[in-house]
């Protein structure tokens, strides 16, 4: 089975940098994905890490250590627009098509 | 638009009856993938699907739950006979291929009554 842990809740400053965690534990690993969902919307794809290493867009940066079972992602310059539920996903190589989810970090930025 | 698109947003059921959710996958996504949400809890898989066939559906309730996606049309969960604890956001995701990331839909929020 696989085992995904996150913050329940963060909390942040307008301008502020702040990094949420994920660890994992699974069989095998084909993928690590990092979506973003407002109340009563749809999950937005933010980032995808398959490689040990840092991948950056924009504003957002994601990191992921294989051997660790661990990944963050770095959102820099925070928005009140990014308050939201931030969540972690995992692929397996035992199943490739399903994702995993963690519960989800609520991340609430402050003016 | 050219995203996934469900309907209805909003489905009000009373205990017993059949549930209908329509996903329509992105334009050149083959590969659909249904997730149920309960509230304050995260989403879980129940179904992936290609085109007229069901791949893996490790994650759906054995009972009363089936889904299918045609060569024509949308795909569809079916819920048979409602309960209460199947009031839930559920998700629908496409992508252009296996392990590609998902694209979400809106999703449909079922209430039973």
């Known amino acids: 089975g696989q085992n995904i842990d996150q913050p329940t809740e963060m909390t942040a400053t307008e301008g502020a940098i702040v990094q949420i965690n994920c660890t994992y534990q699974?069989?095998?690993?084909?993928?690590l994905f990092w979506y973003q969902q407002h109340a009563g919307e749809a999950p937005t794809f933010l980032s995808y890490n398959v490689l040990d290493g840092l991948e950056e867009k924009g504003r957002f940066s994601s990191f992921l250590s294989r051997s660790k079972g661990y990944s963050y992602l770095l959102l820099k310059e925070l928005q009140m627009k990014d308050s939201a539920s931030y969540l972690c996903a995992v692929s397996d190589s035992g199943s490739a098509r399903q994702l995993t989810f963690g519960s989800g970090t609520q991340l609430t930025v402050l003016p | 638009n050219a995203g996934v698109m469900q309907n209805p947003r909003h489905l009000v059921r009373r205990r017993g009856q059949e549930a209908r959710l329509r996903c329509s996958p992105m334009k050149g996504h083959s590969h659909v993938y249904w997730y149920r949400q309960l509230p304050e809890e995260g989403l879980k898989f129940m179904v992936y699907?290609?085109?007229?066939?069901?791949?893996?559906e490790s994650g759906m309730p054995k009972e009363r739950f089936s889904a299918e996606f045609p060569k024509e049309g949308p795909s569809i969960l079916r819920i048979q006979q409602v309960v209460r604890g199947d009031s839930a956001a559920y998700f629908c995701?496409?992508?252009?291929?296996?392990?590609?990331?998902?694209?979400f839909g809106d999703g449909t929020r079922l209430s039973i009554l």
């Open positions: 699974t069989s095998g690993f084909n993928g």
């Open positions: 699907l290609q085109k007229e066939n069901i791949i893996d």
């Open positions: 995701a496409s992508s252009i291929q296996e392990n590609q990331p998902q694209h």
